[in-house]
């Protein structure tokens, strides 16, 4: 399937799209994302996607338990924990902490959402037809 003639019923975000114009194909861009969150909304949003059955959803949901929000609640503890500290202490030592714990929650970040991809690539495979 061209990634041209790719349509979505609602439309991504302009990193996405950009992203997208990158790719030669659904598939290519499929096999290359590194963005989880961004595959799950390419599902949710394609009219030609395989629907994710019940039992892929179950099996996704646990995996995001055991493997995602326990660290990302980790991080935004910090994270939140460095601004209250602002208040508390002298500001630019908790500015400099908060900022630091900013970058380690946004690499966290991505680190998850990159989980998500790998996931998704083993378990749900490729939810459109090789037409």
């Known amino acids: 399937m061209n990634i041209d003639s790719f349509e979505f019923v609602r439309n991504p975000c302009e990193d996405a799209a950009k992203w997208m ?42 995996w995001l338990r055991e493997n995602i929000y326990a660290s990302a609640y980790a991080y935004a503890y910090t994270y939140a924990y460095a601004y209250a500290s602002a208040y508390a202490s ?20 991505a680190s998850a959402d990159a989980k998500i991809a790998d996931y998704l690539r083993k378990n749900i495979f490729f939810p459109w037809s090789e037409k």
Request: charged share 20%; aromatic share 12%.
């Open 21 to 62: 114009k990158s790719q030669r194909s659904i598939k290519s861009a499929w096999k290359n994302c590194q963005r989880g969150t961004w595959m799950l909304w390419a599902i949710l949003f394609s009219p030609t996607a395989r629907k994710i059955t019940d039992s892929e959803k179950d099996a996704l949901i646990v």
């Open 90 to 109: 002298a500001y630019a030592y908790a500015s400099a902490y908060a900022s630091a714990s900013a970058s380690a929650y946004a690499s966290a970040s």
